[in-house]
């Protein structure tokens, strides 16, 4: 899935808890989620971050920057929660 293709949109909830919607697409992988969500500067920043750990995928440690994000799971990474939506 090309970066540039993926329709999303990003709502605050409160200070550190987001939604992130996929729009038509059926996932969208962490190190894109991470990027597209100015988390990190680029994709080699992303995944340096996740091979070091402490990125959370559903309350587990997730050390794969390819590990595909669908609707319902959530992502905790530096005090965010990031809610994927369909």
Do not use: W
């Not at 409160?14 to 939604?19: C, G, K, P, R, T």
């Not at 190190?31 to 995928?57: F, H, T």
């Not at 440690?61 to 939506?85: C, M, Q, S, W, Y």
Request: with cysteine; net charge negative.
């Amino acid at each position: 899935m090309q970066e540039e293709n993926i329709i999303n949109c990003i709502m605050k909830k409160n200070d550190n808890s987001l939604n992130f919607k996929l729009g038509s697409h059926e996932y969208v992988e962490l190190k894109n989620l991470l990027k597209l969500m100015d988390l990190v500067n680029s994709g080699g920043e992303a995944k340096y971050i996740i091979k070091e750990g402490g990125i959370y995928v559903n309350g587990e440690e997730e050390l794969r920057p390819g590990k595909k994000l669908r609707a319902g799971d959530t992502v905790t990474f530096d005090n965010h929660t990031i809610i994927i939506e369909a």
